[in-house]
């Protein structure tokens, strides 16, 4: 199978939402999809996509690791959370914020993101595509949530705290 140039686009900005760096995303899809190629010789492969965006999301977090530079945290206890997904769908946040907060972010929380923001996933269906429980997926969302709700008061305040 060969990927079309919107297909390949779409793969560049999961990849882009991972390194936060525009080279890097580009090795890291070069590399997935070179890892695709081999592989798709061998075996049927019934989502290309979805392999792709696999190999580069396992290897970017094998290259992360190498570096130690991806901190896994331990979920903390859980609890009960709000509705997290209607309140941030409903949170309007401007460019220039936008572009600051995502400075800020995680691998981890641009992932989420993107598949929230990007793909339209909801929470549950990240949770799977992703593969931890969806309370992991909720509690990124929260501290996300958090530090928008944080940048926007100190933005609103002329860059000083009230």
Known sequence: MNFDSSELNHLYRYCLALCGNPDNAYDLLQDAIEKYLKQSGKTLIDEPQGY??????????????????????????????????????????????????????????????????????????????LDVPIATILSRLHRLRARATANETFASSGGEHA
């Open 52 to 129: 792709v965006k696999r190999t580069a999301r396992n290897q970017f977090y094998d290259q992360e690791r190498r570096k130690k530079v991806v901190q896994f945290d331990v979920p903390e206890d859980q609890g009960e959370l709000p509705d997290l997904e209607n309140d941030l769908e409903h949170m309007v946040v401007d460019e220039l914020l936008l572009k600051q907060i995502w400075k800020t972010l995680s691998p981890k929380e641009r992932e989420v993101l993107f598949l929230w923001a990007v793909e339209g996933l909801t929470m549950a269906e990240i949770a799977l595509q």
